[in-house]
């Protein structure tokens, strides 16, 4: 069985201790794939990781979208062509991009750039082409994917790096990919002291660790920022708030960030978050008092989504 198993992303230390066994799309412990925490640095990670037990997959109907992400995308887009204007980037890469409504809002706003998008999900990516039949749709992972260094001018991450089996490499893919002059726009809300994921707060291990068996990394905010700074600039900042449920806030945080061209190394190590970290993670519950599986506690979110984002569709 094809498993991965890491030094820490960051710091690439070996050096971690266990906080619970990862969950499994049935909501049981895995026997094999832990959380840990570095003791170094802090990364709180996944490891090792088996790619085929984390077997949640993304379809048609797991985005949805509409008015809870149309607003947001707008503004996205608005901050992204308010920055790029005096640079139009000539190929714009994006990972992950669900029905592709970022890319499509990005076409009104670029149209002479070229749209090369990778979609994971074979289902989901027949929709991105149906919404952009103009771009070019690549229905695979960034670690699947062959592609020439130094060929695109602004990639394009949203809400999907923390689901990369192997994070630092493909991290190190994306920074390979791009133009000298290149930038990344890269947002999550998925960190150790996150309140709420989209739709659900997060008050145990199992919310924050279990919600989406496929995610891989939680940083710090502050952390994940040095992390991005071993790679790139960081130019700006935006922060989206998404929404809120019993008073748990769901908050995005998103960068732009230009190609730095020297290689990248595993970080020094001279501020550690683990105590931070430990103190964000404190204030969960250890054990799950609720057995609900992920798939089954995502599924209502994803259908209120999904009707939301067919309205969108027809009353665009
Ligand atoms: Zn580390």
């Known amino acids: 069985m094809k498993s991965l198993f890491f030094p820490c992303h960051m710091c ?15 909501g049981s412990f895995c026997k094999f794939q832990q959380i840990v925490i570095c003791r170094r640095c802090g990364l ?42 005096e640079i139009s980037p000539k190929t714009i890469m994006e990972i992950g991009p669900g ?19 990778f979609e994971a999900s074979k289902d989901v990516a027949e929709l991105t082409k149906q919404n952009l ?32 089996p192997d994070f630092r490499r493909a991290i190190e893919k994306i920074h390979k990919l791009l133009t000298i002059n290149g930038y990344l726009y890269i947002e999550r809300n998925v ?55 019993e008073g748990f806030k769901c908050i995005i945080n998103g960068f732009l960030c230009k190609k730095k061209n020297i290689r990248s190394e595993y970080y020094d190590g001279s501020t550690s978050w683990y105590e931070t970290n430990m103190a964000s993670l404190r204030r969960l519950n250890k054990e799950s008092t609720n057995p609900i599986s992920a798939n089954a506690k995502l599924q209502p979110v994803v259908t209120k989504l999904w009707n939301t984002f067919q309205f969108w569709r027809l009353h665009k």
């Open 191 to 245: 960190f150790v002291e996150s309140e709420a994921y989209v739709g659900f707060p997060i008050k145990s291990y199992k919310d924050l660790f279990g919600a989406n068996v496929l995610m891989t990394t939680w940083f710090a905010v502050d952390q994940y920022k040095q992390f991005l700074t071993l790679f790139f600039d960081i130019v700006s900042e935006k922060s989206f708030f998404h929404d809120e449920t």
């Open 133 to 164: 039949p103009n771009a070019t749709v690549i229905p695979a992972t960034i670690g699947e994917a062959y592609i020439n260094n130094d060929f695109a001018d602004l990639a394009l991450v949203c809400g999907v790096d923390y689901l990369f």
């Open 12 to 26: 690439g230390s070996y050096d971690s201790e266990m906080l619970t066994p990862a969950y499994l799309p049935d």
């Open 99 to 117: 029905p592709g409504w970022l890319a499509m809002s990005l076409q009104d706003l670029f149209p002479a750039s070229k749209y090369i998008l």
């Open 44 to 85: 709180v990670y996944k490891n090792p990781v088996i790619p085929e037990l984390n077997t949640v997959s993304y379809s048609k109907i797991s985005w949805g979208n509409g008015t809870i992400f149309k607003k947001r995308i707008s503004s996205l887009a608005l901050f992204l062509s308010g920055f790029f204007k």
